[in-house]
């Protein structure tokens, strides 16, 4: 069963640092998203993307966080000058494009900010 | 904005016993998700409801969703250990899916 790839599984940074988070999403999928999960708590959305540009995006995701679909394949999560407070794990999803299709997530980085 | 509430946060139950999580949410919603996160994995699509009333079973599990479209539950009978983890509804706003705060399920043998 095809599934959502996310490179590295762990990563670890020191405050101020830029990091690049990696994503394949499902290939014949349309839709794709980041969401964070800061540990022990609930599952927060940060952005969608959709035909090349955000679809939208959350209070979380300022100026300092951005994403981009270099070529076909991959997803990228680009966070400029990491804080303590960006320390979580980091889920790429991605979806087909018919309505209210299910999220299929992948196994998370885990970003650690020191 | 929109907000998912789930009660309760954390349950403990024996083997054999039942567990309901309850759902919520502040705005009426077109359909709802519901997401199993094992313990240190991520989350995994279970099932959506889109219908008001509309009630769904996988074997043990029995989801609902309420007939105003603003709440949802999911009922496991006789729990197994196997149904550890964090039980999420996730309601769909525009382009994005808003997951609710999660409960946490634990199963003593």
């Known amino acids: 069963e095809p599934e959502v790839t996310q490179t590295p599984s762990h990563q670890v940074t020191q405050m101020g640092q830029e990091v690049i988070l990696r994503c394949v999403p499902i290939s014949n999928h349309l839709y794709f998203y980041w969401y964070r999960q800061i540990l022990g708590q609930k599952v927060e959305f940060l952005v969608s993307?959709?035909?090349?540009?955000?679809?939208?995006k959350s209070e979380i995701f300022d100026d300092q966080f951005s994403v981009e679909r270099p070529d076909g394949s991959n997803f990228t999560l680009k966070i400029r000058s990491t804080k303590l407070e960006d320390s979580a794990m980091y889920f790429c999803?991605?979806?087909?494009?018919?309505?209210?299709?299910?999220?299929?997530f992948g196994n998370g980085t885990r970003l650690t900010v020191t | 904005g929109q907000q998912v509430m789930q009660i309760p946060q954390y349950q403990h139950v024996q083997e054999g016993e039942d567990f309901t999580t309850y759902c919520n949410s502040s705005?009426?919603?077109?359909?709802i998700q519901w997401y199993k996160q094992r313990p240190g994995g991520h989350p995994v699509f279970l099932i959506q409801l889109v219908k008001s009333g509309e009630v769904k079973k996988q074997k043990r599990l029995t989801f609902q969703f309420g007939e105003a479209k603003k709440n949802s539950s999911l009922h496991i009978t006789a729990t197994q250990t196997t149904d550890v983890g964090t039980y999420f509804c996730?309601?769909?706003?525009?382009?994005?899916?808003?997951f609710g705060t999660g409960t946490r399920l634990q199963v003593f043998p």
């Open positions: 993307f959709y035909n090349n540009e955000i679809s939208e």
């Open positions: 999803a991605s979806r087909a494009g018919r309505t209210n299709s299910p999220l299929h």
């Open positions: 996730a309601g769909r706003s525009t382009d994005k899916l808003i």
């Open positions: 705005t009426t919603l077109s359909n």
